[in-house]
Every structure is written in structure tokens, then in C-alpha cells.
């Protein structure tokens, strides 16, 4: 149990920038204070709530995972000149 939790704590921690498409995915993370945050974590059908802290990472609940819809990808303003839409 606890080097599952220690390998979502080390994929909680990288940027939300530049992932795959694997089986782990962070549907939100927020920043509560300087070395502590909350992160939803989708695990095939599941969605973890994590604690995520200097100290390690705790589970707070675990839920389905239809609760928590996928985060759209982020739209970056040159993509759309590119495409050819409007400035």
C-alpha cells in the first residue's frame, strides 16, 4: 500500500504537461499551502482524493470516477493560427 501511494505522490508532483495517455491521470489539483495539496487522481474506474504533502501522500477517499470529468487540454493560442481560426 504504501509504494502505491508514494509512486501517486511522485506522479502528482510532475507538471500536468507532457503525459501520456496511461492509466493514471490527475483530474485536479489544489494548492492548500506552500508544501500541501489536495490532488484527484483517476486509476482505471476509480478516482482517488489525495492528500499530498511534504510528509507523504494520505488517502482521503476513494470514488467513482464518473464523478469527476477529464480536465479539457489546455488551448494554446498559436494552435488556433495555425489551424487557421481567427486571431
Given amino acids: 500500500m504504501f509504494a502505491i501511494l508514494w509512486a501517486l505522490a511522485r506522479l ?4 500536468l504537461g507532457g503525459r501520456g495517455g496511461g492509466t493514471v491521470t490527475v483530474v485536479a489539483r ?9 490532488a ?5 474506474d476509480r ?4 492528500g499530498v504533502s511534504d510528509a ?13 470529468p477529464e480536465p479539457a487540454p ?3 493560442p498559436g494552435l488556433r493560427l495555425l489551424r487557421g481560426g481567427p486571431k
Fill in 12 to 15: 502528482v508532483r510532475r507538471p
Fill in 30 to 38: 489544489q494548492q492548500l499551502s506552500r508544501g500541501s495539496s489536495v
Fill in 40 to 44: 484527484v487522481v483517476k486509476v482505471a
Fill in 47 to 50: 478516482a482517488l482524493v489525495l
Fill in 56 to 68: 507523504g501522500v494520505s488517502l482521503l477517499a476513494d470514488a467513482d470516477a464518473a464523478l469527476f
Fill in 74 to 76: 489546455p488551448e494554446y
